[in-house]
């Protein structure tokens, strides 16, 4: 049967090909619905291992996949939803490419559009620190780093403006910013000494956090195990403290230091996206959507809400690749079980614990029942992410890519 043939089917509109939204189609019985996704873009994006792109310890095409290949039978559409005409029905929708505006009209509306950084109104944010949401955000941070190798390289600079062009300031505590300082840390680290030696010693990574602890939400113990390991690495770690304003090369923290440096980058927080502000839906304090146990909308009954733009359960659920998946997979069932006129059961989070990347082969693995650390830990790691990568070409990609960085270093090319 051709896949949008038939006008009998309920018409179902997806916002955003991220974990929620991706897991949700791939396990959609599609026949049953006439499907269309709306994305900027037109792949999925396996966020886990963005730092390690970041780094060239994976390629970035390694950790991408293709919607229209691997959703066969969802019409694809590369935009951005811009408002939602709820009485007709109505998604406003502008083109990724040329910017034309459309509208989409559903019958079931799912609203996965994940978020964005939050600055806090910390001024100079916005403007002066890069973040790690995109694969062009990735690539200009990877550009940024080997731009300042590049500049240290100018002859004639004193020992000051070395040091400033290769401090590479991290913000945030949390996984995103331990990874990415990590591998920063493994990339100076690893390839500083063969390609640049004469600059070692005047590089430097530092890592800021708010709060008194790294890794809030891990198991203690190992937030403190990071803590020892960054400093055994030489990893600059400042805890309790707060940045003040950023300016375009230097952080300044409210206790009055001011830290000059090459780059900055913010991983210190989540905040909406613009869309979700314009929709007039009932948002939690951190404004992500108010979603019932079914993922409804309490106002609307056909829209639901899933992953980091949703606030379900009380507490609500971290912002994790595990629940927007969790979430997007119990979605597939639950549209079909209320087409079908079947009792839908409510949305239950099965936490399977958290990993992180801590640097120079050594991971964090917080499991209900263990909480490991260290080599062992790294493998764990590895081996999982090989298992959630989501095809069979993007596993084996990723997996070449470690052999060949392990064997021939990374590649430092400048584009
Ligand atoms: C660098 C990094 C590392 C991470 N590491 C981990 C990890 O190790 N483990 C873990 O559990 N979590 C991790 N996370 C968090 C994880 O990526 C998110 O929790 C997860 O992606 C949320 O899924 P989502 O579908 O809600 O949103 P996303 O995956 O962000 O997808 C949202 C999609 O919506 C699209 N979109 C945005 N606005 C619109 C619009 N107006 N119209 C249509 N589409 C729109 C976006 O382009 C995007 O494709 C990491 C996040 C980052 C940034």
């Given amino acids: 049967m051709e896949p949008h043939a038939t006008q009998q089917r309920p018409r179902l509109l997806v916002l955003g090909c991220g974990f929620a939204g991706f897991s949700l189609l791939r396990r959609l019985r599609l026949q049953a619905w006439d499907t269309t996704l709306l994305t900027p873009r037109n792949y999925f994006l ?46 406003t929708c502008r083109g990724a490419v040329g910017g034309e505006v459309f509208t989409l009209p559903w019958d079931h509306l799912v609203i996965a559009v994940g978020n964005t950084f939050a600055d806090f109104g910390i001024p ?12 062009e955000e990735a690539q200009a941070i990877r550009r940024g780093l080997l731009e300042q190798l590049a500049r240290a390289e100018v002859p004639g600079l004193t020992a000051d403006q070395l040091r400033q062009r290769l401090t590479f300031v991290v913000i ?16 100076l680290e690893e390839e500083l000494t063969q390609a640049y030696p004469e600059l070692v010693p005047y590089a430097k990574v530092v890592l800021i956090e708010a709060q008194d602890r790294l890794l ?30 950023i ?35 009932r948002c939690d304090g951190r404004g992500r959507l108010l979603a019932d146990a079914f993922l409804r909308l309490p106002e609307h009954e056909e829209v639901f809400a899933c992953g980091d733009c949703a606030a379900v359960g009380e507490p609500p659920l971290p912002a994790t690749a595990q629940v927007a998946q969790q979430q997007g997979a119990y979605l ?3 549209l079909d079980d209320r087409r079908r006129g079947r009792t839908v059961a409510p949305f239950r989070f099965r936490a399977q ?8 082969g050594q991971a964090l693995a917080d499991l209900p029942l263990i909480k490991w650390s260290g080599r062992g830990a790294w493998f764990f790691w590895r081996s999982v992410y090989i298992t959630k990568l989501v095809s069979p070409a993007n596993k084996a990609k990723v997996l070449f890519d470690w052999i060949k960085a392990h064997l021939f270093g990374r590649d430092l090319s400048r584009f």
């Fill in 353 to 360: 614990g958290m990993l992180a990347y801590i640097g120079s």
């Fill in 124 to 135: 100079g944010v916005a403007e002066h620190t890069r973040k790690l949401y995109t694969v």
């Fill in 247 to 281: 300016e375009p090369n230097a952080v300044q923290l409210a206790g009055g230091e001011r830290i000059d440096c090459g780059l900055i980058l913010w991983a210190a927080g989540n905040a909406p996206v613009p869309l979700i502000q314009t929709l007039g839906a």
């Fill in 216 to 245: 809030s939400g891990f198991d203690e113990a190992l937030g403190t195990y990071t803590r020892r390991h960054f400093g055994r690495e030489g990893i600059d770690v400042r805890t309790g403290a707060k940045v003040a304003s």
């Fill in 46 to 91: 396996f966020t886990p291992l963005l730092p390690s792109a970041v780094a060239g310890s994976v390629e970035l095409r390694s950790i991408l996949e293709p919607a229209r290949r691997r959703l066969r039978h969802v019409r694809v559409i590369e935009g951005s939803a811009v408002s939602v005409d709820w009485s007709a029905r109505e998604v």
């Fill in 332 to 334: 597939a069932k639950a």
């Fill in 172 to 187: 945030g505590g949390g996984p995103t910013g331990v990874e990415a300082a990590a591998e920063i840390h493994d990339l």
